[in-house]
T-cell receptor
Framework: QKEVEQNSGPLSVPEGAIASLNCTYSDRGSQSFFWYRQYSGKSPELIMFIYSNGDKEDGRFTAQLNKASQYVSLLIRDSQPSDSATYLCAVDVYNQGGKLIFGQGTELSVKP | DAGVIQSPRHEVTEMGQEVTLRCKPISGHNSLFWYRQTMMRGLELLIYFNNNVPIDDSGMPEDRFSAKMPNASFSTLKIQPSEPRDSAVYFC?????????????FGDGTRLSIL
């Protein structure tokens, strides 16, 4: 059974701080890693994706991947109240035609 | 560009009735996924199609659930007969598979309530 684990939270950070969201996965063959943001009552929205070890930056967001440790993280710099949402980590299943396994999500609350 | 389009947005029906959920993927995408989301179980993959062909339906809860993709621009998820435990938000997502797993793009979902 392939698994993706996230801290459920809630994670609370003050406005302007760095929020760090973490995710571990069990499938050593996984090649593609995605972070989605989901506001309450809305659909998941893609934030970042990463394929290679290291860091990938896009604006205030940085995704970090360490395949040896089977660990992927999302950093949000200068956190804003509008970043308050649930963040879902998704990992592909090796050789399964694009199938993704989603974590349970981490709820982030950014306090003004 | 139009995103993934799902209908209806909300469905309330009585136990035992047939429910049909519809999805139009993003034009040009060749993979389509049906998910169910509940508080208890999170986001679960039910079934997915590549080039209109069902690839993996191991997530379909039982024989009451069926899905079809008659062409590249339309898919349905049917529940017959429906039960209260089927109440959830059902999402459709699509992507273009070109040798690498590209991000999936989600529709707005169908919020299903079975009374």
């Amino acid at each position: 059974q392939k698994e993706v684990e996230q801290n459920s939270g809630p994670l609370s950070v003050p406005e302007g701080a760095i929020a760090s969201l973490n995710c571990t996965y069990s499938d050593r063959g996984s090649q593609s890693f995605f972070w989605y943001r989901q506001y309450s009552g809305k659909s998941p929205e893609l934030i970042m994706f990463i394929y290679s070890n290291g860091d990938k930056e896009d604006g205030r967001f940085t995704a970090q991947l360490n395949k040896a440790s089977q660990y992927v993280s999302l950093l949000i710099r200068d956190s804003q109240p509008s970043d308050s949402a649930t963040y879902l980590c998704a990992v592909d299943v090796y050789n399964q035609g694009g199938k993704l396994i989603f974590g349970q999500g981490t709820e982030l609350s950014v306090k003004p | 560009d139009a995103g993934v389009i799902q209908s209806p947005r909300h469905e309330v029906t009585e136990m035992g009735q047939e429910v049909t959920l519809r999805c139009k993927p993003i034009s040009g995408h060749n993979s389509l996924f049906w998910y169910r989301q509940t508080m208890m179980r999170g986001l679960e993959l039910l079934i997915y199609f590549n080039n209109n062909v069902p690839i993996d339906d191991s997530g379909m809860p039982e024989d009451r659930f069926s899905a079809k993709m008659p062409n590249a621009s339309f898919s349905t998820l049917k529940i017959q007969p429906s039960e209260p435990r089927d109440s959830a938000v059902y999402f459709c997502a699509s992507t273009l598979r070109d040798g690498r797993n590209q991000p999936q793009h989600f529709g707005d979902g169908t919020r299903l309530s079975i009374l």
